[in-house]
């Protein structure tokens, strides 16, 4: 997938019931800043809310943890939540998910950037190919002479 530098946060978020639970919970800025991180993950990695090192490997626990600099009780515990909340969702094969990721992300507009990024690498491509059909044509016009000749 095309890397993504941005994704789309409201400013209305914080008044979204589950956050406001949220912050009522110990360790609540941390549990945010997680949730914040796994978003732009889930951006980053750019497969519709999907987080995950690579499509064979899910990230484990402690792999957030590390990624994310933070005590691993506390991401088990913002996972936890997450999950009881119906905020990510995790398949039987352990690969996490932001559930509604179209309301996190422009998907229209990631849509569009993979079509532009496909369309430009087809034109390259298409550049490539005529460079190459017409060098050959190029080198039997050129004529080569001795470097004393005249």
């Known amino acids: 997938m095309s890397e993504v530098k941005w994704i789309k946060l409201s400013t209305k978020m914080f008044e979204d019931e589950k956050i406001k639970l949220?912050?009522?919970?110990?360790?609540?800025?941390?549990?945010?800043?997680?949730?914040?991180?796994?978003?732009?993950?889930?951006g980053k990695t750019n497969a519709s809310g999907y987080i995950y090192l690579n499509q064979n490997i899910p990230y484990t626990d402690e792999m957030l943890a590390t990624i994310f600099n933070r005590p691993l009780p506390i991401v088990r515990m913002a996972l936890n939540t997450f999950q009881q909340f119906g905020m990510i969702e995790v398949d039987e094969n352990k690969f996490i998910s932001i559930a509604n990721w179209e309301k996190h992300q422009n998907v229209e507009g990631m849509?569009?950037?993979?079509?532009?990024?496909?369309?430009?690498?087809?034109?390259?491509?298409?550049?490539k190919k005529q460079l190459q059909l017409s060098a050959p044509e190029k080198e039997s016009d050129v004529s080569v002479t001795s470097r004393d000749g005249t």
């Open 22 to 42: 949220i912050e009522q919970m110990p360790e609540s800025d941390t549990i945010l800043i997680i949730w914040v991180k796994l978003l732009a993950q889930a």
């Open 111 to 127: 849509d569009r950037v993979r079509k532009l990024a496909a369309e430009r690498n087809r034109q390259y491509r298409e550049r």
